[in-house]
């Protein structure tokens, strides 16, 4: 296997020059900006290989130039020009592009160097301003109807993974939108996977900030990693789409259309997706977003409460299990009155059902020895959502502007599961079995509403915002629980049986509304004071009733020991002040907010009152220097108190798991985190040489730590206790460094390092345990997209180690490796190949007497027909050496796991893809 995908590698790898004569290249050099044309400006074509001149000329009176007979192969144009910065542009003559009219060439005064940057050319097109890295797609070779997550492959230091998860410079994209406004809300993968590369202009890369840091200029530490697909404007006029029919063995099937409008500002979108393979229609993001709330209330760091749950309502789907789905959605979006308004809005619907069979072998290390665990989950869900947002923007006068975001959702839910377990010491005696069963329906409404007003006065920095938001959740549920323990002793005699028959009827709410007013005052030219103060009021109900059966089947007698009605009021105040020091080159952020917050909560079956006052401190501070705009550094803090949760507080019981029962411990006292970040960046132009470093280390005081007691019986109560003598801690860092490499025609290439440490502190049975978890390993990057053959590789190995200190002969630690890999190749005959895989290896351990070892790997074959190549015969191969084994190992507390899942196997496809459009007003594109 391994010698197969190294010849498949090498032939990937190697490309074919080809040379010839009669190529061209022309341009105006000019300060577009001074509406001056820079004559006499030398033009000067250097040799890719060794920078060495091949051609020179001068620009003429109107600034233009022109070098002809020129061979193929690859070059470097470079424009000089006294006072002004060096324009630099890699190119390459070929057979497909042998005349190449750069048109405009906008140079820039090298009193602006600090600001901006500028390097366009086939093979490396970036601009970079500021905090933003902009990518020009049109110096990137893309294929007839390439979708934009293809594009996205060609841009250095950004990775798109087989289900599409966008990473750049070693962070997760979080959101990705289309000339600024979200398409389809959070689902990115409607964007990447469906846009055609060629509507594209350019790719902007940020860290997008809060509405109300946009607004005011100063930064609240709320960003997220953000890519803005910008596109031309001849293409913001037509339609285009594409529709998708497949069938496989084993009965699996796709069936996806996918259509857009674009006419100015305005956007119609609808798509619907059926399929019984991993295709489910949701992006990364959105997937998540549907939990539905169970009984659990969370104090966040802020000072807020929220209601959640661990039941799945909603088409989530994580890989593990069968999925059939069926997804549709539509889009509007139009700005009008000189985008002085704008309207933005979503419907999704949704089905899915999945049928999951997951094994799990769990080490429960004690002081004593060890409890291994087997146990088997069968479960069958169906689910169905609705969810509809919309947002509504207007620019009230040249100093205010309102923005009112509105959304709602409505889950339903069925779920039936069956759970088996054997649990054994560690002389291989059994201890225990377990059997139950759960059949559960549920559902689910929400509904939020968020108003923002921003007002800015005459004097320039001085301005206020408000923020208005209003929440419900309302989650109803019942479900039926039977279950059957039986208990042995060392030498495997049955001394106890324990029987549930229970009916379990939760009915919760939550309703929130807050507001927070922020106030911006210029101190100074360079200073900046941000005040900030917010109000909060939350109500949540928490109604669960647990009933016996009097009768086989007639559940009518309330258990008091598990059933409970909590209702609770939340007040909460926060206060604050952040001062922003911008001057030159550094930028430096500090300042605290504070939480006064009161809770109180009843309940009502016993008339129990629970009161709670408490504080929460958030400082932060953050410095970043710009050594240029290709070269930052930056390093921050920020710090929060963590209030226990209602969970861990109130003496609530529950036996949904009968051998592991929770236990509430009023006596907890909050905690404080602190986590400090540090940041390195910089990017050289000639060589298109990045290096990224990222680190973030965490630590606790304080801490709220599990205080576990596991009897005899294999029964584990869990209790929360806070820990004074020691402070956990975890630490991650990301080493990325990138660069063509000359002499391999172009290729790029790499080396990427990961570090993860964390230690963490639990009791068990009175004593303590400490946990440790280690994981490091470099991985070596290769990568070349030329007009035929591109590819991307990754493979290194890495270091994995989980350790008890209860039971360290017991640990789970070794070398693995790990790989991916995604090559294409374009043939004659409009035929196409393309393949990707991910190999891994888990060695064996003291935990684990088995090595694990998978390389799933997929291939298409495409023939494509008629000149736009807009349909296309496709046949793929879903996991061909069928070795998908849904595999999984982590460590918690004093838990080291394993799990195995079902998961889509090997399968073979015929799909029948065509894309249609007809932008910027040419003809339609016909089959």
Same mark, same amino acid.
């Given at each position: 296997?391994?010698?197969?995908?190294?010849?498949?590698?090498?032939?990937?790898?190697?490309?074919?020059?080809?040379?010839?004569?009669?190529?061209?290249?022309?341009?105006?050099?000019?300060?577009?900006?001074?509406?001056?044309?820079?004559?006499?400006?030398?033009?000067?074509?250097?040799?890719?290989?060794?920078?060495?001149?091949?051609?020179?000329?001068?620009?003429?009176?109107?600034?233009?130039?022109?070098?002809?007979?020129?061979?193929?192969?690859?070059?470097?144009?470079?424009?000089?020009?006294?006072?002004?910065?060096?324009?630099?542009?890699?190119?390459?003559?070929?057979?497909?592009?042998?005349?190449?009219?750069?048109?405009?060439?906008?140079?820039?005064?090298?009193?602006?160097?600090?600001?901006?940057?500028?390097?366009?050319?086939?093979?490396?097109?970036?601009?970079?301003?500021?905090?933003?890295?902009?990518?020009?797609?049109?110096?990137?070779?893309?294929?007839?109807?390439?979708?934009?997550?293809?594009?996205?492959?060609?841009?250095?230091?950004?990775?798109?993974?087989?289900?599409?998860?966008?990473?750049?410079?070693?962070?997760?994209?979080?959101?990705?939108?289309?000339?600024?406004?979200?398409?389809?809300?959070?689902?990115?993968?409607?964007?990447?996977?469906?846009?055609?590369?060629?509507?594209?202009?350019?790719?902007?890369?940020?860290?997008?900030?809060?509405?109300?840091?946009?607004?005011?200029?100063?930064?609240?530490?709320?960003?997220?990693?953000?890519?803005?697909?910008?596109?031309?404007?001849?293409?913001?006029?037509?339609?285009?789409?594409?529709?998708?029919?497949?069938?496989?063995?084993?009965?699996?099937?796709?069936?996806?259309?996918?259509?857009?409008?674009?006419?100015?500002?305005?956007?119609?979108?609808?798509?619907?997706?059926?399929?019984?393979?991993?295709?489910?229609?949701?992006?990364?993001?959105?997937?998540?977003?549907?939990?539905?709330?169970?009984?659990?209330?969370?104090?966040?760091?802020?000072?807020?409460?929220?209601?959640?749950?661990?039941?799945?309502?909603?088409?989530?789907?994580?890989?593990?299990?069968?999925?059939?789905?069926?997804?549709?959605?539509?889009?509007?979006?139009?700005?009008?009155?000189?985008?002085?308004?704008?309207?933005?809005?979503?419907?999704?619907?949704?089905?899915?059902?999945?049928?999951?069979?997951?094994?799990?072998?769990?080490?429960?290390?004690?002081?004593?020895?060890?409890?291994?665990?087997?146990?088997?989950?069968?479960?069958?869900?169906?689910?169905?959502?609705?969810?509809?947002?919309?947002?509504?923007?207007?620019?009230?006068?040249?100093?205010?502007?309102?923005?009112?975001?509105?959304?709602?959702?409505?889950?339903?839910?069925?779920?039936?599961?069956?759970?088996?377990?054997?649990?054994?010491?560690?002389?291989?005696?059994?201890?225990?079995?377990?059997?139950?069963?759960?059949?559960?329906?549920?559902?689910?409404?929400?509904?939020?509403?968020?108003?923002?007003?921003?007002?800015?006065?005459? #004097?320039?920095?001085?301005?206020?915002?408000?923020? =208005?938001?209003?929440?419900? $959740? %309302?989650?109803?549920?019942?479900?039926? /629980? *039977?279950?059957?323990?039986?208990?042995?002793?060392?030498?495997?005699?049955?001394?106890?049986?324990?029987?549930?028959?229970?009916?379990?009827?939760?009915?919760?709410?939550?309703?929130?509304?807050?507001?927070?007013?922020?106030?911006?005052?210029?101190?100074?030219?360079?200073?900046?004071?941000?005040?900030?103060?917010?109000?909060?009021?939350?109500?949540?109900?928490?109604?669960?009733?647990?009933?016996?059966?009097?009768?086989?089947?007639?559940?009518?007698?309330?258990?008091?020991?598990?059933?409970?009605?909590?209702?609770?009021?939340?007040?909460?105040?926060?206060?604050?002040?952040?001062?922003?020091?911008?001057?030159?080159?550094?930028?430096?952020?500090?300042?605290? #907010?504070?939480?006064?917050?009161?809770?109180?909560? =009843?309940?009502?079956?016993? $008339? %129990?009152?629970?009161?709670?006052?408490? /504080? *929460?401190?958030?400082?932060?501070?953050?410095?970043?220097?710009?050594?240029?705009?290709?070269?930052?550094?930056?390093?921050?803090?920020?710090?929060?108190?963590?209030?226990?949760?209602?969970?861990?507080?109130?003496?609530?019981?529950?036996?949904?798991?009968?051998?592991?029962?929770?236990?509430?411990?009023?006596?907890?006292?909050?905690?404080?985190?602190?986590?400090?970040?540090?940041?390195?960046?910089?990017?050289?132009?000639?060589?298109?040489?990045?290096?990224?470093?990222?680190?973030?280390?965490?630590?606790?005081?304080?801490?709220?730590?599990?205080?576990?007691?596991?009897?005899?019986?294999?029964?584990?109560?869990?209790?929360?206790?806070?820990?004074?003598?020691?402070?956990?801690?975890?630490?991650?860092?990301?080493?990325?460094?990138?660069?063509?490499?000359?002499?391999?025609?172009?290729?790029?290439?790499?080396?990427?390092?990961?570090?993860?440490?964390?230690?963490?502190?639990?009791?068990?049975?009175?004593?303590?345990?400490?946990?440790?978890?280690?994981?490091?390993?470099?991985?070596?990057?290769?990568?070349?997209?030329?007009?035929?053959?591109?590819?991307?590789?990754?493979?290194?190995?890495?270091?994995?180690?989980?350790?008890?200190?209860?039971?360290?002969?017991?640990?789970?630690?070794?070398?693995?490796?790990?790989?991916?890999?995604?090559?294409?190749?374009?043939?004659?005959?409009?035929?196409?190949?393309?393949?990707?895989?991910?190999?891994?290896?888990?060695?064996?351990?003291?935990?684990?007497?088995?090595?694990?070892?998978?390389?799933?790997?997929?291939?298409?074959?495409?023939?494509?027909?008629?000149?736009?190549?807009?349909?296309?015969?496709?046949?793929?191969?879903?996991?061909?050496?069928?070795?998908?084994?849904?595999?999984?190992?982590?460590?918690?507390?004093?838990?080291?796991?394993?799990?195995?899942?079902?998961?889509?196997?090997?399968?073979?496809?015929?799909?029948?893809?065509?894309?249609?459009?007809?932008?910027?007003?040419?003809?339609?594109?016909?089959?």
């Amino acid at each position: 296997m391994k010698k197969a995908l190294l010849l498949l590698c090498c032939y990937l790898i190697i490309g074919i020059t080809a040379r010839g004569q009669n190529n061209s290249i022309k341009g105006i050099v000019e300060d577009v900006a001074a509406k001056v044309k820079l004559t006499n400006a030398t033009i000067s074509i250097l040799n890719a290989k060794d920078s060495t001149l091949y051609k020179f000329t001068r620009a003429a009176a109107d600034g233009s130039f022109a070098l002809n007979n020129l061979k193929h192969g690859n070059f470097i144009l470079l424009l000089t020009y006294p006072e002004y910065v060096d324009y630099v542009n890699p190119f390459t003559l070929s057979n497909e592009q042998n005349h190449i009219d750069l048109k405009s060439i906008d140079m820039k005064l090298k009193s602006k160097l600090l600001n901006e940057v500028i390097i366009k050319g086939q093979a490396t097109a970036i601009k970079i301003k500021g905090d933003t890295t902009e990518f020009n797609a049109a110096a990137y070779t893309i294929q007839p109807n390439d979708k934009v997550e293809d594009l996205l492959k060609k841009f250095p230091g950004l990775q798109v993974d087989a289900n599409g998860k966008i990473t750049a410079q070693g962070k997760a994209v979080e959101k990705v939108l289309v000339d600024g406004e979200e398409f389809f809300g959070d689902d990115p993968t409607l964007v990447t996977k469906n846009l055609r590369a060629d509507m594209v202009d350019k790719v902007q890369l940020f860290e997008k900030s809060s509405d109300q840091a946009a607004f005011t200029g100063v930064d609240d530490g709320q960003k997220k990693q953000t890519l803005n697909i910008v596109l031309k404007e001849d293409k913001k006029q037509g339609y285009f789409g594409k529709a998708e029919a497949g069938y496989a063995t084993q009965d699996f099937y796709v069936l996806q259309g996918m259509f857009n409008k674009f006419k100015n500002k305005e956007k119609v979108a609808a798509y619907v997706t059926s399929s019984n393979t991993n295709r489910t229609g949701l992006g990364w993001e959105d997937a998540g977003k549907y939990g539905s709330m169970s009984g659990n209330m969370e104090m966040t760091s802020d000072g807020g409460m929220i209601m959640y749950s661990t039941d799945d309502i909603g088409s989530q789907f994580w890989g593990e299990g069968l999925p059939k789905s069926t997804n549709g959605g539509f889009h509007y979006e139009n700005k009008w009155n000189d985008d002085k308004q704008g309207i933005n809005t979503n419907y999704k619907l949704g089905n899915m059902n999945v049928f999951l069979d997951k094994n799990t072998l769990n080490q429960n290390n004690l002081p004593d020895g060890i409890f291994n665990s087997n146990s088997r989950e069968l479960t069958n869900s169906k689910s169905f959502k609705q969810k509809v947002d919309g947002t509504y923007t207007i620019k009230i006068d040249t100093t205010s502007n309102l923005k009112v975001t509105i959304d709602g959702s409505l889950s339903t839910m069925t779920k039936n599961s069956s759970y088996n377990s054997v649990t054994k010491r560690g002389d291989n005696t059994l201890v225990n079995t377990s059997g139950r069963t759960n059949d559960d329906k549920s559902k689910q409404q929400a509904f939020n509403l968020n108003a923002l007003y921003a007002k800015k006065f005459k #004097k320039p920095g001085r301005n206020y915002s408000l923020n =208005l938001s209003q929440s419900y $959740n %309302q989650s109803n549920s019942d479900g039926y /629980i *039977n279950s059957l323990n039986k208990f042995f002793n060392e030498k495997e005699v049955n001394y106890k049986t324990e029987a549930i028959d229970q009916l379990k009827d939760n009915n919760l709410s939550t309703f929130k509304i807050s507001t927070n007013f922020t106030y911006n005052e210029p101190l100074s030219k360079f200073f900046t004071l941000v005040a900030n103060y917010g109000l909060t009021f939350i109500n949540g109900k928490a109604d669960k009733r647990t009933y016996d059966a009097s009768v086989p089947g007639v559940y009518d007698q309330l258990n008091g020991e598990y059933s409970n009605y909590f209702e609770s009021d939340q007040l909460t105040h926060q206060v604050g002040a952040v001062f922003n020091y911008v001057k030159g080159k550094t930028v430096l952020n500090f300042g605290n #907010k504070t939480n006064f917050a009161s809770f109180n909560q =009843l309940e009502h079956l016993t $008339n %129990q009152k629970f009161d709670r006052n408490f /504080i *929460n401190w958030l400082p932060q501070a953050s410095y970043t220097y710009k050594f240029s705009a290709q070269r930052s550094f930056s390093i921050g803090y920020n710090g929060n108190t963590t209030q226990p949760s209602v969970a861990q507080l109130q003496p609530v019981k529950t036996n949904d798991d009968p051998l592991n029962i929770p236990e509430g411990n009023p006596d907890l006292k909050p905690s404080y985190s602190s986590n400090i970040r540090l940041n390195y960046r910089t990017y050289k132009v000639i060589s298109s040489e990045s290096f990224y470093f990222n680190a973030n280390y965490r630590f606790t005081n304080n801490p709220i730590v599990s205080n576990n007691t596991t009897d005899g019986k294999g029964v584990t109560i869990y209790r929360s206790a806070n820990l004074h003598e020691k402070t956990p801690f975890s630490g991650y860092a990301y080493l990325g460094y990138n660069r063509k490499i000359p002499v391999l025609n172009g290729m790029s290439g790499g080396i990427n390092l990961n570090f993860n440490n964390s230690k963490n502190y639990n009791y068990v049975n009175g004593e303590m345990n400490t946990s440790t978890s280690t994981s490091y390993g470099p991985s070596l990057e290769l990568s070349s997209f030329k007009d035929k053959i591109n590819y991307y590789f990754s493979f290194g190995p890495r270091y994995r180690a989980q350790e008890a200190s209860l039971q360290k002969q017991m640990s789970n630690k070794g070398w693995g490796t790990s790989g991916y890999f995604d090559m294409s190749a374009k043939l004659p005959q409009k035929i196409s190949i393309r393949t990707n895989g991910d190999y891994s290896y888990e060695p064996k351990s003291a935990t684990y007497d088995q090595s694990i070892e998978q390389f799933i790997m997929n291939a298409s074959l495409t023939k494509a027909f008629f000149k736009q190549e807009n349909l296309k015969l496709v046949l793929s191969v879903n996991d061909i050496f069928n070795q998908n084994r849904g595999f999984d190992r982590f460590s918690n507390a004093n838990s080291i796991t394993q799990t195995t899942s079902n998961n889509i196997n090997r399968y073979f496809m015929f799909s029948l893809v065509w894309d249609f459009n007809k932008m910027g007003g040419g003809a339609p594109q016909k089959p």
